[in-house]
């Protein structure tokens, strides 16, 4: 029989210093923090070229359960913690421009009510540039110390958000702000089985569903299998049919499955096990 169990989300990737865009060969720390047993946890990224890569294989330096990276423009991508059984933590977007121009902002979510500064900085001196600051592409206000800051965030404030100076436009980076009611952020996508059964025949058909608040269009399901084989639905097995995917079931299918969005957000994962 074929059985599948819901998995938490058990790691979340930590960064410092905690921003989205770095300029060329600063460093940056990326942690696994891991309830229980870390030692199977690493950080994997997959770059804006789509190479998918994790940490001490050409790029970084794994120390501990953290990744040392010194980085540069073919750095930009997303990073998140993975396990070895296809466990995934949170996702973060870090952005290396080519450019002289980078805005500091969070890369990890902030709460409402946090106060945030998010700061236009030159690589050269003077870094303290009158700056002009744009969410979603609508202007703000400019600032002459080339800082803005918001006392106080609320959902509202969540966004796009660029820099430019005199000096050069910074890349735009996402502010993400978690509702205070919220006890923990929710992901924002969930692996829903049906039959919603723990044991499945061989040739049986299972049907995994993104369900996604907002738009579904960029979400598909991803599996990794236990023989550590990583694929997407539609490619050499299930069937595709809108954000779904129906899978006829065989103990090589045996993983750990879950939805994926193309800037590398993740859903719960869900364990489905074969016997032979």
């Known amino acids: 029989p074929l059985s599948f169990s819901v998995l938490s989300n058990p790691a979340s990737?930590?960064?410092?210093?905690d921003r989205s865009q770095f300029f060329k060969y600063e460093s940056v720390s990326l942690s696994c923090?891991?309830?229980?047993?870390s030692a199977r946890w690493r950080v994997v990224r997959n770059t804006t070229r789509g190479n998918l890569s994790e940490c001490n294989t050409d790029w970084g330096k794994q120390q501990g359960s953290s990744c040392n990276v010194s980085l540069t423009p073919s750095h930009s991508g997303v990073y998140w913690c993975e396990s070895g059984s296809g466990e995934h933590s949170n996702a973060v977007n870090i952005t290396v421009p080519a450019g002289a121009v980078?805005?500091?902002?969070?890369?990890?979510?902030?709460?409402?009510?946090?106060?945030?500064?998010?700061r236009c900085r030159y690589q050269e001196t003077p870094s303290d540039l009158t700056a002009v600051f744009y969410k979603d592409g609508s202007l703000i206000r400019a600032e002459s110390s080339g800082e803005m800051t918001i006392p106080a965030v609320s959902k509202s404030d969540e966004g796009l958000y660029k820099c430019s100076s005199s000096k050069g436009e910074s890349p735009e980076s996402w502010m993400t702000v978690t509702d205070l009611s919220l006890s923990d952020l929710s992901p924002p996508a969930s692996l829903s089985v049906s039959p919603d059964r723990s044991?499945?025949?061989?040739?049986?058909?299972?049907?995994?569903?993104?369900?996604?608040?907002?738009?579904?269009?960029?979400?598909?399901?991803?599996?990794?299998?236990?023989r550590g084989i990583l694929s997407e639905c539609n490619t050499d097995w299930g069937k595709q049919q809108g954000s779904s995917c129906v899978v006829s079931l065989?103990?090589?299918?045996?993983g750990v499955y879950w939805c994926e969005s193309g800037s590398g957000e993740h859903s719960n994962a869900v364990n489905i096990s074969g016997m032979k």
């Open 13 to 17: 990737l930590s960064v410092s210093p």
């Open 250 to 254: 065989i103990p090589s299918y045996s």
């Open 33 to 37: 923090e891991v309830q229980g047993n």
């Open 102 to 118: 980078i805005l500091e902002s969070p890369a990890l979510p902030v709460t409402e009510g946090d106060s945030v500064t998010l």
């Open 199 to 226: 044991q499945f025949f061989k040739y049986e058909s299972v049907s995994l569903s993104c369900e996604v608040q907002g738009n579904s269009a960029g979400w598909r399901v991803v599996r990794n299998t236990s």
